[in-house]
């Protein structure tokens, strides 16, 4: 029987506590807006591609061509993004977030993140410098990590 590092089982706890708390006010959100969190998420690929394809888009989400068209149309419908033909191949579609679309993106990841304010309010200067120095430690080592071909960090 391996004992639990301390330092593992607290940082997993963290990203629990983290995750919990920045999905719900998220989800929250998106549910407000009429939102999916395929559509979000197609949001998100296509303001991060700058110009997404329709069948990339399709490869992010695991779904069909078809699939994908009709979230699409939802998405068009609400004013969220603009499709146009992609000008080196007229046969293939772009996508493209409009501004509302890029306004709705950064007040999602505005719900998703507001409760770091209120957590921060909690912390003593103290408190805020040996966190900001862990925190720089981590993402260090992290961006150290070797990650798959692809993979994001």
Do not use: C
């Not at 983290?18 to 949001?43: D, K, P, T, V, W």
């Not at 679309?101 to 040996?130: C, F, M, N, V």
Request: aromatic letters at 6%; a negative charge.
């Amino acid at each position: 029987m391996s004992s639990v590092d301390p330092f593992e089982a607290a940082l997993q706890e963290w990203v629990a506590v983290f995750m919990r708390r920045s999905m719900r006010s998220f989800i929250q959100y998106a549910r407000e807006h009429g939102l999916s969190m395929s559509q979000i998420n197609a949001l998100f690929h296509i303001h991060h591609h700058g110009g997404s394809g329709v069948t990339d888009l399709g490869e992010h989400l695991g779904i069909s061509n078809a699939a994908v068209s009709q979230l699409l149309e939802r998405l068009v419908q609400q004013g969220l993004i603009l499709r146009y033909e992609d000008p080196a191949d007229r046969r293939a579609k772009k996508l493209t977030l409009t501004e509302k679309g890029a306004q709705t993106l950064q007040e999602g990841i505005h719900a998703r993140q507001g409760w770091l304010h209120d957590l921060s309010a909690t912390l003593s200067g103290a408190e805020k410098e040996q966190v900001a120095a862990a925190l720089a430690i981590l993402i260090d080592h992290t961006k150290r990590l070797d990650y798959p071909a692809g993979a994001e960090n």
